[in-house]
């Protein structure tokens, strides 16, 4: 569904324009709200919606199959690691879901590699990606190779 | 409109689109190159770009061998029955072993994924995939990359991969433009990842006016990784691998988890189960090495997707449609009917509005299922892309020049989409590809093969100039004419587009012939596409998101040539379901049980086009069962 931006909700904060991967979120000039240039290339994604600080963005299913009458909304909150959503049928029918979007504090899980100590000769040698063998198989377990899985390259038809 | 030129210089590695393939190369990179100056450049904002960028509710490519479930080589083959043979297994191999140490991490990260309460084991949705709450996957991958980039430029339209002037076909970087401010960005580079992503919208979409929008994958998937790499003199392979997806009808809401783990089924609009009874016809023009219902089922190897793709067509066609997905049994259980939401909502929320528009609740009604347009891409049941060296110790003679994913052009890396032969990857495997890469990128880098690189003032003005044409052509010619779009002097980006998809649809193999094409409709798609190809010199631009559609058509069109080139040299059906060469129907494994491979002379346009070798991973034991044969 091609997204649209309410008038009396939207502030012209930019959000939207900043986060669209298809940049297709632009500010109306005379207006100095966002609009929808292009909806023949939104892919109904729900970045901008889920992104804009008033809610003023939702969207209508596409003009060529979908009939008016519907809606699907979502909050995403960082702060609760949560996404809601409501669904509203055309004949009034409403399912309500709750996800979450993630298991930590927002922003903590990632590692910066800058301050891990660097590789070793031997590892860069090595098949091992960044902290493996460990994360394979959480154990002591190595890499896999052709000798330790008994197996060959050949070529031609066989199978 | 004048337009600054801002360079990045003494870059070592240059990341090209940041999706899941240039997150995981981004990221990993900054362990093997702890000095190293690390670059991305990303065409939207890397927390929501890619294909990834709405979420996923599975990850597709999880070995699970610490509980011991599959091993690598398991993979290998499913990959390779899925692709009627014509796979790179090193680069799979290789994928596979690396792609658990990928999800652990996430999980880390905290991307929530799902768990049996009983055993602590991720819950499988089916044998390679595993169920998540992905609805910020992307953000959080992206943190991780944010982190280990010493800068991200986000809104930077890639156009061209820059080649050195001292040495021949040796990467030296990239340059594109910013599509706010119009700068022009000059990035010179010792090694590039081309992250960059496969192509929707090259055939005409199922969807028309405002519903164009609602493709498979992407519509931001502008066929860039190859439009970049072929321009440069990458050879490519797999090409002609284009793939048609069975959808949930006018949403393409994924069947996945429907099947596998909802335990939904299809049948024909007589309520009838009709897929096995196109088995025997089908096995005719495939053989039984690729079809063998019997074995399939002694076994649990899949009938390959492209084969049920066949059968789906061929039932609509004998006009016992439509497909229903017979949903209304599983959504009785209230837990069943939250996942089979949850996975809409998760990644294709547009399924999601589309029945809430149109009054469907999979409780009450079985949904209809639809094949879809072609899309070229690499990472899911298909494999075009790249023509990419495998690792050290897996791959043969052919496959092998240096450096893991490294492609025909030195320190010209590759990732996700933008490597060929290698299906089934996903998200997962494509992170993992990043890693690989990345890994491989440095050592390039520390083996001294980047040294002496020369960037000429006149490649780089050169570029520009091309680059920017599409504003100076709508300058010049826009007064000729009163108002409007239509002008005798100049193209706007979607017209060219739409000539584009209706050209490739007609003559390539598209939805509304049956996706059949032969070799008189390829050499006249050929010559449309040459002919088209003058016109793209005569787009004009208004303003700088019609720039980046330009390019983005421009990308598209050279994608389309190559697929073009590789169906018409492939004399073979290969892959029913996905398309037919009317001239000749049957798959022929004497010919060509090979990989296609083709080379773009970037000075005279010409294409070459070659067979490789296809190597398969075989074991002791089935060596054994051969000989005893």
Known sequence: MPTFVYMTSCDGCGHCVDICPSDIMHIDPTHRRAYNIEPDMCWECYSCVKACPQNAIDARGYADFAPLGHSVRVRREEEKGTISWRIKFRDGTEKNFLSPITTKPWGSGTPQLKDVPGPTDEMRDSQHLYSEPKYIRMDEGEVHTLESNGLKMKQGVYY | MAHKTVVEDDIDILVVGAGLGGTGA????????????????????????????????????????????????????????????????????????????????????????????????????????????????????????????DKVFNRICVTHLLLDDAKENRIAGAVGFNVRTGDYHVFKSKTVICGAGGASNIFKPRSVGEGAGRVWYAPWSSGSAYGLMIDAGAKMTQMENRIVLARFKDGYGPVGAYFLHLKTYTQNGMGEEYESKWFPSLQKMVGKEYLDPEVSHRTHRPIPTCLRNHAMISEVNAGRGPIHMVTMKAFQDPHLEEVGWENFLGMTIGQAVLWAATDVDPKNENPELTTSEPYVMGSHATGCGGW????????????????????????????????????????????????????????????GKAEGIVVSDKQIEGRKEEIFAPLERYKVYRNEIVAGTVSPSYHHPKQGLDRLQKLMDEYCGGVTVGYMTNEKLLNICLKKLKVMEEDLEKLAAKDLHELLRAWELKHRHRTSECVTQHTLFRKETRWPGYYYRGDAMKLDDENWHVLTVSRRDPETGEYTMEKAPCYHLVDDEEEKAVAAE
């Not at chain 2, 690598?72 to 799979?92: K, N, Q």
Request: charged share 25%.
């Open chain 2, 26 to 149: 981004a990221w990993e990179a900054r362990f093997w190159g702890q000095d190293k100056k690390i670059i991305i450049a990303e065409k939207a904002n890397i927390d929501r770009s890619g294909a990834v960028a709405q979420g996923l509710y599975a990850i597709n490519c999880y070995m699970g061998t610490r509980w011991g479930e599959n091993n690598p080589e398991d993979h290998v083959r499913y990959a390779r029955i899925d692709l009627m043979g014509m796979v790179r297994e090193d680069l799979l191999f290789d994928m596979a072993r690396h792609v658990d140490s990928t999800v652990h991490q996430f999980e880390d990260w905290g991307l929530p994924i799902m768990k049996d309460p009983k055993t602590g084991q991720y819950l499988r949705e089916g044998r390679w995939q595993i169920m998540i709450h992905g609805e910020s996957y992307k953000p959080i991958v992206a943190e991780a990359a944010k982190k280990s980039a």
């Open chain 2, 388 to 447: 990419a060296s495998g690792p050290e110790d897996v791959s043969p003679p052919e496959y092998f020049w240096g450096y893991n994913r490294m492609m025909t052009i030195e320190g010209l890396f590759g990732a996700g989409d933008a490597v060929g032969g290698t299906p089934h990857a996903f998200s997962s495997g494509s992170f993992t590809e990043g890693r690989l890469a990345a890994k491989a990128a440095c050592k390039y880098i520390d083996d």
